[in-house]
């Protein structure tokens, strides 16, 4: 009997060093020690070159690569490929800022979105589950959850842009070349006019 407990005992910490939770495989460490040195060069470039704006953006997105370990410490558990793609949206929206692949990469921005209404999806597929564990099979319910979420902050996040680049002038929608001006703010006889220029 106590040779069987002993052998239980072994079996249950072989299997927390393999996959509990908390413990990352080793290509994973790799994985987000790259990543975290690329961040690195990335802020000591902001830093060097400015504006201040960037460097913020460096410290946010190495604070986003570190989430997914913390998370997995307090026991929520990623699958590797949803690992994979976080950490590529999150450097692919650096490296188009701190890199300008916005302006060298043709359709950066909208690559960057399509990414992040995936990314948005995978999390609203697992907000049911956070919530309440019984939902893990409730597929239908999961689905409409990663739709409506990913719609709802990709809404957001364009009026978050829009703000921006009308009250900061920070062209965060990346409409830098506007042939047209159509508005009734030009009307030089306030009758609320459209004027285009």
Not at 67 to 96: C, D, H, I, K, N
Not at 101 to 120: E, N, Q, S
Not at 137 to 159: G, K, M, N, Q, Y
Request: glycine share 8%; hydrophobic share 50%.
């Amino acid at each position: 009997m106590r040779r069987k407990t002993k052998s239980r005992k072994v079996m249950e910490m072989k299997n927390t060093r393999q996959g509990g939770a908390g413990i990352w495989p080793a290509w994973r460490m790799w994985l987000w020690a790259v990543c975290e040195v690329f961040v690195l060069y990335a802020l000591l470039r902001a830093v060097r070159l400015g504006p201040a704006s960037n460097a913020v953006l460096c410290l946010a997105v190495g604070a986003g690569i570190a989430a997914p370990y913390v998370l997995e410490r307090l026991g929520w558990r990623m699958s590797g490929m949803v690992y994979v793609f976080v950490l590529f949206y999150l450097l692919a929206t650096l490296a188009g800022r701190i890199f300008s692949l916005y302006y060298l990469t043709a359709h950066w921005d909208k690559l960057l979105h399509l990414c992040g209404g995936v990314a948005f999806a995978l999390v609203g597929g697992y907000l049911p589950v956070l919530l309440n564990r019984k939902y893990r099979a409730d597929r239908p319910l999961r689905i409409l959850t990663a739709v409506l979420f990913s719609i709802s902050v990709a809404a957001l996040w364009e009026f978050f842009e829009f703000g921006m680049d009308r009250l900061f002038h920070m062209d965060m929608q990346k409409d830098t070349i506007v042939h047209t001006i159509s508005s009734v703010m030009l009307d030089p006889t306030n009758k609320n006019i459209p004027i285009t220029i």
